[in-house]
């Protein structure tokens, strides 16, 4: 579409408004304000691309952008919304203007009954590079408005440098990486980062693109307070119903809570298992280091076990490995001796825990690198120095219902 036909024939643009759920009520907070532009043939086309095309000059992009936002706040105040709307920036057309077009334009509605607190200004995270000072200055200036911010993260985990000095009220992320056969507890630390940063900064995170289930499920359990997509509802010419979605997600949710209840279960089971199993014969056998003790205490533990190796305080290893070959064989692996797994994420959180809980601990499911393969690790405390370790292999889990 050429642009020009846009600029000539303004009157075509389109409004739509896609709702933003909260998740504490299920219920529509606010809309993010889109731009469709309706063709000669009655078509209408969604202009997310015009707004980053910086080919197109920038007094059309400021004016595309001023009409949508003017028709939106137009609406809000004629039906008296008294939710949330959202109006993405690019951040240098923004920085260009010194953000004169939009606040002239907050300014001229809020005269007129706007109230600034329920609008939030969207920008990209990938332009954060240049002209940070310029932004932290006008975003400062909104804020003294009562606008909110919202920052949508081009990839996971990225810019939290800028996050941390722009602190936005919204952090927005995309789900779309999450396909379908994707079980998404295996990927909840992918937003670890954003997560941690939102909670310190006082940011809620926004989850956007979300189309199935699973989708729906992993920005649940990365701790989403507001979702987007097609799986909920989609972009509207008019504002609806705030409890459209509600009955869903609150079946939803119970769903999710259901699945981690049973999860928890199985775990605390699988727990009581390997501890009473390996304390059964540790209490037979008194612990030693050599390897004949490692084999037999191995094979009395074969059902659910494929590696286990000893460990001191400091994470040097200092035992061989004991591992079960293809044929189902215990082989010992002398070259594990003196490896250091002390930068293992939470080692030594782990090593405390043992110490002063006097027990054994059971890790989150990993991929274990020699393997490629799913695993869970039991760490048990033999004394206040050395730790023995049980990997669990992927067969054994993938067996037991909640514990993949």
Not at 149 to 171: R, T
Not at 307 to 314: D, E, L
Not at 378 to 399: G, H, K, M, N, T
Request: net charge negative; hydrophobic share 35%.
């Amino acid at each position: 579409m050429d642009p020009l036909d846009i600029l000539i024939d303004l009157e075509q643009l389109l409004p739509y408004y896609k709702p933003i759920i909260r998740a504490d009520k299920q219920l529509i907070s606010g809309y993010e304000v889109i731009a469709y532009f309706l063709d000669e043939n009655g078509r209408k086309q969604r202009l997310d691309w015009l707004f980053d095309d910086t080919s197109i000059p920038d007094e059309f992009r400021l004016e595309v952008n001023q009409y949508i936002h003017q028709k939106a706040i137009e609406k809000k105040l004629q039906e008296n919304y008294s939710g949330y709307l959202s109006f993405y920036y690019d951040v240098e057309l923004l920085v260009r203007d010194n953000g004169e077009t939009f606040i002239n334009l907050l300014h001229d509605y809020q005269e007129k009954g706007l109230d600034l607190n329920k609008i939030i200004l969207e920008i990209k995270d990938i332009s954060l590079t240049d002209n940070m000072d310029q932004l932290n200055h006008i975003i400062k200036y909104l804020k003294t408005l009562g606008v909110k911010i919202s920052i949508e993260l081009a990839y996971p985990n990225g810019s939290l440098n800028q996050l941390a000095v722009l602190h936005p009220s919204f952090i927005k992320v995309d789900t779309s990486f999450l396909k379908d056969d994707l079980l998404p507890h295996l990927y909840k630390d992918v937003y670890f980062g954003v997560s941690m940063l939102s909670r310190k900064i006082g940011a809620s995170l926004l989850f956007k693109g979300i189309r199935s289930y699973n989708q729906l499920n992993f920005a649940w359990k990365s701790g989403g307070e507001y979702y987007q997509g097609s799986y909920l509802t989609n972009p509207q010419q008019d504002f609806i119903d705030e409890d459209c979605c509600k009955s869903e997600l609150t079946e939803y949710f119970s769903e999710f809570v259901t699945y981690e209840q049973q999860k928890a279960k199985a775990q605390f089971e699988l727990l009581d298992l390997v501890h009473g199993t390996i304390n059964g014969l540790l209490t037979q056998m008194k612990p030693g280091n050599d390897d004949a003790w490692l084999l037999k205490l191995a094979k009395g533990c074969e059902e659910f076990v494929f590696r286990i190796y000893i460990c001191n305080s400091v994470g040097l290893q200092v035992s061989a490995n004991v591992e079960k070959d293809n044929q189902g064989n215990w082989i010992l692996l002398q070259e594990g001796i003196h490896k250091n797994w002390s930068w293992r994420p939470y080692f030594f959180e782990n090593i405390m825990r043992m110490n002063i809980e006097k027990k054994g601990i059971l890790s989150d499911l990993y991929t274990d690198i020699e393997r490629s393969e799913l695993i869970r690790t039991y760490a048990y405390p033999l004394s206040q120095q050395r730790y023995i370790f049980f990997d669990i292999p992927y067969s054994y889990l993938i067996e037991k219902e909640g514990l993949l």
